[in-house]
């Protein structure tokens, strides 16, 4: 089966600092996908690359069978990739409703596919549909990141790509924002998601990789990563055997 996102030996940087080198790693079709790794690893940096925000120094990325390492952001975007930020990144002066509709931009002259696809936020995140007329900056951070991942999915990705979802967040608003990955995950959408809380990444992901220091250094189903002595002292709270740290 061929991979619905494939990257290949990519090295990425920022002007002379290298971040990211050697990375290889696949999202199959309907599947979530997680990237851990502790702070500074390499894990936004690869989601950046992914929606073309970062040009890769060397390597290839494909998606749906074509190369796409040198196609801007808004031309992977009509391909159908979409990435939800580490921050959210609301636009802070528009109304959540207003914030929707600039999500669901490429379908601008399908008014009523576009209040369809906005019916279908507020279904996920009742709040949003409260808060419809309310500017987004003024809005929790939980709010915002419902908003955010429901601004995302207005473009009908086929994959989506999220950068810390749970990050600042009150717990029972994390099982929210999870509970919801999950089930777009179950309607179809890939996922690719980085996340600093391992349970939930494993929870969500069948497959994982781990980075350390820009490299991969583990990967896997979640549940052999789960099991795995080094993974779990490093990012599980578990106790390391003799095969030490990673």
């Not at 002007?15 to 690893?41: K, T, W």
């Not at 009509?78 to 490429?106: D, K, Q, S």
């Not at 279908?120 to 929790?140: D, H, K, V």
């Amino acid at each position: 089966m061929t991979p619905l996102l494939e990257a290949t030996a990519l090295d990425l940087a920022y002007g002379p600092v290298a971040v990211c080198r050697d990375l290889s790693f696949q999202v199959m079709a309907g599947e979530a996908v997680a990237l851990i790794g502790a702070n500074g690893a390499g894990k936004t940096t690869t989601l950046r690359a992914v929606a073309g925000l970062l040009a890769p120094r060397a390597g290839t990325l494909r998606f749906a069978g074509q190369t796409i390492d040198r196609l801007p952001s808004h031309a992977r975007l009509g391909l159908g990739i979409a990435l939800v930020p580490e921050g959210r990144r609301v636009f802070p002066f528009l109304t959540v409703r207003e914030n929707l509709e600039m999500g669901g931009f490429r379908h601008r002259h399908q008014r009523r596919h576009v209040a369809r696809l906005i019916e279908r936020g507020f279904a996920w995140f009742p709040r949003l549909r409260e808060r419809a007329g309310q500017r987004a900056g003024t809005l929790s951070g939980g709010e915002q990141q419902m908003l955010a991942l429901a601004r995302a999915m207005m473009s009908e990705p086929r994959l989506l790509c999220l950068d810390e979802p749970s990050l600042g967040l009150a717990p029972i608003v994390v099982q929210d924002i999870f509970r919801t990955i999950a089930a777009i995950n179950r309607d179809g959408t890939s996922i690719l998601l980085v996340e600093q809380n391992a349970h939930y990444a494993f929870a969500t992901a069948v497959r994982g990789y781990v980075l350390r220091g820009g490299s991969i250094v583990a990967a896997g189903p979640t549940a052999a990563l789960r099991s795995d002595e080094r993974v779990r002292a490093a990012y599980l709270g578990g106790s390391v055997g003799a095969s030490g740290g990673i």
